[in-house]
């Protein structure tokens, strides 16, 4: 775990320790991957899917932040952040037990917002008062680094006082994955398509996380040409009534904007179609007030990578042996479980 890391200093009097090319909190904008710890005195973050395993850190109370800072970084860096140095030092954690939870309740939290559970593409959900357990239990081993700073977290997060809807089928969610419509029998179908949505613009548990999950059509009859739009609902189908996702609908002449309304499987809207939905049509699924919107992140390469990692971790989790330092969580191996009845 030993590793070469870089001590800076902010304009505004923060403090980094990371390792070059790791993500930090201070970035301008993070990827969906990025697993962030809050600690006492600061906060860690690590790239999960460069497998990094040392965090980097940005310090806002150093001297609140020492009490576990030789034991994530070693003593030499500790000695140096304590002196107001600018370095570059080598990373000889004190407690490397420490950082593996500490890595582990990173992911666990991770887990709880970006699990990208699907429906369509066989990926189980994770139990959320299991999910809960393992963020209980990470937390404890992990007192000395977070001394309260962890609590906040909030646990209702996960807990819901709404009723769990029981988990689908692939098979019974074959009609919500097809054509957005059941078109009259002479209906003229202009244009149609099928893709993804920005995992960042909508909360947890809402939509199917699958590339496959969007789909629509542009139709004329009677005169009268519409679109319409549909979203495979989330296995898990927990919402609030106010999280509503709504369908942005774009053309290169014109765009419309239509609030979804939950049918069966499938979040749905019919709407007059914009100007030039017959030639070209981007259709991005959102919750008004959630995520930011085109800056590049979060697209459909990196999607699939998360989706990739996560059907390993569940592959890896139906093996009971494996005690690693990246095992898979109660929840992950819960889900493996329950993975042939999903």
Not at 10 to 21: F, K, R, S, T
Not at 61 to 87: C, H, I, K, N, R
Not at 145 to 159: H, I, N, R, S, V
Not at 312 to 337: G, H, K, M, N, V
């Amino acid at each position: 775990m030993n590793q070469t890391v870089r001590i800076r200093r902010a304009a505004d009097g923060l403090v980094i320790v990371a390792p070059d090319g790791a993500p930090t909190v201070l970035d301008a904008a993070a990827e969906i991957d990025v697993l962030v710890l809050e600690a006492a005195g600061g906060h860690l973050t690590w790239s999960l899917l460069a497998g990094q395993a040392l965090p980097a850190a940005v310090l806002d109370d150093v001297p609140l932040a020492q009490d576990w800072l030789w034991a994530v970084f070693g003593e030499e860096v500790a000695l140096a952040v304590d002196a107001g140095a600018t370095a570059e030092l080598t990373a000889a954690p004190g407690l490397p037990e420490l950082v593996t939870s500490a890595r582990r309740l990173g992911y666990a939290h991770w887990a709880a917002r970006w699990w990208p559970a699907s429906v369509l593409d066989g990926i189980a959900p994770l139990d959320e008062r299991l999910l809960l357990d393992d963020i209980a239990a990470l937390a404890e081993a992990c007192e000395m680094l977070l001394d309260g700073a962890d609590e906040a977290f909030d646990l209702a997060e996960l807990e819901s006082d709404r009723v769990p809807q029981a988990h689908g089928r692939a098979e019974d969610y074959a009609l919500a994955a097809g054509p957005a419509t059941t078109a009259p029998h002479d209906a003229m179908v202009l244009a149609r398509g099928v893709g993804g949505w920005d995992w960042r613009r909508c909360p947890p548990r809402l939509l199917d996380a699958s590339e496959q999950a969007v789909s629509w059509e542009v139709l004329r009859h009677n005169g009268i040409t519409t679109i319409s739009v549909r979203a495979v609902a989330s296995p898990q189908a927990h919402f609030p009534p106010h999280l509503r996702p709504h369908a942005l609908i774009r053309t290169a002449a014109d765009s419309a904007d239509v609030a979804l309304t939950l049918a069966g499987d499938a979040w749905c809207a019919e709407a007059p179609a914009p100007d030039g939905a017959e030639s070209a049509v981007h259709v991005a699924i959102y919750v008004p007030g959630v995520g930011v919107a085109d800056d590049g992140l979060g697209g459909p390469e990196v999607r699939q990578r998360v989706r990739d990692l996560a059907a390993r971790r569940l592959r890896r989790a139906s093996d009971p042996a494996d005690d690693s330092a990246d095992a898979p969580l109660l929840a992950e191996i819960d889900a493996a479980a329950a993975d042939s009845d999903f």
